[in-house]
């Protein structure tokens, strides 16, 4: 077993303050936060990093993110929301186990996850763009065999029961997604 203070938080080892949980995630109140009610939703299972999460868990863990981000504007009166991971120990990641952060953000908060943009030589950017290219032909999205995760909140939905679709479809389902969020921000 790895020690994983994260894994002792999902076995209630660890105290914390749950602000959502169903079969497969929990959302807790940071307990070092950036700011007033930043969210860490973590899978309750031990993956290490974003890319060892299996495919239907990360469609399901960022749908959740994204409620989660809507509770906090709806219940704290934020102007805005980051939500990112630190993937890798160079990117900031502390523990041995992926999770997602939701930062409530205010005007003149204090909080800084900003960056000084960098002049990069054009020759560099294009070598780098057809090397990304080349490797992202690769990439394909495997239908995977286990069970779509299952959501005990009723409020809750997941876009698919697990059914496939022409890929045709996935434009006008990303367009109605959208609409769906907009009639729900603040
Ligand atoms: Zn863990």
Not at 14 to 25: A, I, Q, R
């Amino acid at each position: 077993m790895v020690d994983c203070n994260i894994c002792k938080i999902v076995d209630n080892e660890v105290e914390s303050k749950k602000v959502y949980e169903d079969d497969s995630l929990l959302a807790i109140l940071h307990p070092k936060p950036a700011a007033l009610g930043h969210i860490v939703l973590m899978p309750k299972e031990h993956f290490p990093i974003f890319e060892n999460i299996p495919n239907e868990l990360v469609i399901h863990m960022f749908n959740i993110a994204s409620k989660l981000s809507a509770s906090i504007f709806a219940s704290m009166g934020v102007q805005g929301t980051n939500i990112f991971m630190q993937n890798g120990v160079p990117a900031g990641q502390t523990v041995p186990h992926a999770v997602v952060h939701i930062i409530p953000r205010a005007e003149n908060d204090g909080v800084s996850l900003e960056w000084d943009p960098k002049t990069l030589d054009l020759e560099e950017m294009s070598t780098i763009e057809l090397k990304l290219k080349e490797e992202t032909k690769g990439i394909t999205i495997k239908e995977e065999a286990e069970q779509p995760v299952m959501v005990t909140k009723k409020e809750i939905q997941l876009p698919s029961e697990g059914e496939t679709k022409p890929e045709g479809d996935i434009k006008k389902d990303d367009e109605n997604y959208l609409l769906k969020q907009l009639e729900r921000m603040p």
